[in-house]
């Protein structure tokens, strides 16, 4: 079993950066691919970001590219989303998610593993 916990999330101001974290406690993270989804009010769940642990390769929702960094610290067992000049649509509960690697699956389906969600709320 694997228990992820997401934090970060908040209110910020069009342009500003935030970044979530999330803390991932149970087995050892090989091989797991870690990822964050978000949901905005009466939308689906989407994929935002995607990393393999062990490899460290990673993936980018490709409108999100330029804006969007994942990253981990597996010594902390902690994964990152750092997303800079946020948007009024960025607005969204943000979701931690793991599930088995290698490959880097975009849908929600495909994970085994989720965190409660963190809310973040970007206002002009």
């Known amino acids: 079993q694997v228990s992820l916990v997401e934090s970060g999330g908040g209110s910020v101001q069009a342009g500003g950066s935030l970044t979530l974290s999330c803390v991932v406690d149970?087995?050892?993270?090989?091989?797991?691919?870690m990822a964050w989804f978000r949901q905005g009010s009466g939308k689906e769940r989407e994929f935002v970001a995607g990393?393999?642990?062990?490899?460290?390769?990673?993936e980018i929702r490709d409108f999100l590219e330029g804006r969007v960094t994942i990253s981990r610290d597996d010594a902390k067992k902690m994964l990152y989303l750092q997303v800079n000049d946020l948007k009024l649509e960025d607005t969204a509960d943000y979701y931690c998610?793991?599930?088995?690697?290698?490959?880097?699956?975009?849908?929600?389906?495909?994970?085994?593993?989720w965190g409660q969600g963190t809310q973040v709320t970007v206002s002009s």
């Open positions: 998610a793991a599930t088995f690697g290698p490959v880097v699956p975009r849908m929600v389906s495909q994970y085994l593993y």
């Open positions: 149970g087995h050892a993270l090989y091989p797991y691919v």
């Open positions: 990393i393999n642990w062990n490899a460290g390769n990673s």
